[in-house]
């Protein structure tokens, strides 16, 4: 019988590269990608940022907690979730179960960098950025760090190399499973 391999969930904060990475991860891998933002926008027909406009954030997250469900229901797959998934302690229990959890991390300048033109995260629309995410990482940082079987600095790696890092990780962390 063939193992099922463990599920990678990728976090972090926005502008981290949690989809490019994970898709990378996943391709590299031979696995499934998804993305809980996307699953989330595909079923409402709206962004995440229409979705906070319209219907506020409790509403979104509760459909989070419902993407998130559905996502981990397939053993094996490469997971990212969005930002502030892991802020609630059933989705951090949830994804724990469901496998391994790579937060990607990275300094506020780099993160408002990787976000320069981006219009559509309801949490930024502010006229300092960098304040804003710095803000935000206090209150997450902590969370990211706990949630996560390992952090991976992010800021002077391409898309490319943290995969790589990723992987990296994810091979020793399922050879050193399979040898207990």
């Given at each position: 019988?063939?193992?099922?391999?463990?599920?990678?969930?990728?976090?972090?904060?926005?502008?981290?590269?949690?989809?490019?990475?994970?898709?990378?991860?996943?391709?590299?891998?031979?696995?499934?990608?998804?993305?809980?933002?996307?699953?989330?926008?595909?079923?409402t027909r709206m962004t995440i940022g229409e979705l906070f406009q319209r219907?506020?954030?409790?509403?979104?997250?509760?459909?989070?907690?419902?993407?998130?469900?559905?996502?981990?229901?397939?053993?094996?797959?490469?997971?990212?979730?969005?930002?502030?998934?892991?802020?609630s302690a059933e989705n951090r229990t949830a994804l724990k179960q469901a496998?391994?959890?790579?937060?990607?991390?990275?300094?506020?300048?780099?993160?408002?960098?990787?976000?320069?033109?981006?219009?559509?995260?309801?949490?930024?629309?502010?006229?300092?950025?960098?304040?804003?995410?710095?803000?935000?990482?206090?209150?997450?940082?902590?969370?990211?760090?706990?949630?996560g079987d390992v952090a991976i600095d992010t800021d002077r790696l391409t898309?490319?190399?943290?995969?790589?890092?990723?992987?990296?990780?994810?091979?020793?962390?399922?050879?050193?499973?399979?040898?207990?």
């Amino acid at each position: 019988m063939r193992q099922i391999l463990p599920t990678i969930v990728v976090i972090g904060f926005m502008g981290a590269g949690k989809t490019s990475v994970g898709r990378l991860v996943a391709r590299a891998l031979g696995r499934e990608f998804v993305d809980t933002d996307q699953m989330i926008e595909r079923a409402t027909r709206m962004t995440i940022g229409e979705l906070f406009q319209r219907e506020g954030e409790l509403s979104f997250r509760r459909r989070e907690i419902a993407a998130i469900d559905r996502a981990i229901a397939v053993p094996g797959r490469v997971i990212a979730v969005g930002g502030g998934a892991v802020l609630s302690a059933e989705n951090r229990t949830a994804l724990k179960q469901a496998g391994l959890l790579v937060y990607l991390r990275a300094t506020p300048e780099t993160l408002a960098g990787r976000l320069t033109g981006v219009t559509d995260r309801p949490l930024l629309n502010t006229g300092d950025r960098v304040g804003r995410i710095r803000d935000l990482l206090v209150a997450r940082g902590p969370i990211y760090e706990t949630a996560g079987d390992v952090a991976i600095d992010t800021d002077r790696l391409t898309l490319e190399q943290t995969a790589v890092e990723v992987l990296e990780w994810y091979r020793r962390r399922v050879g050193a499973m399979a040898g207990r």
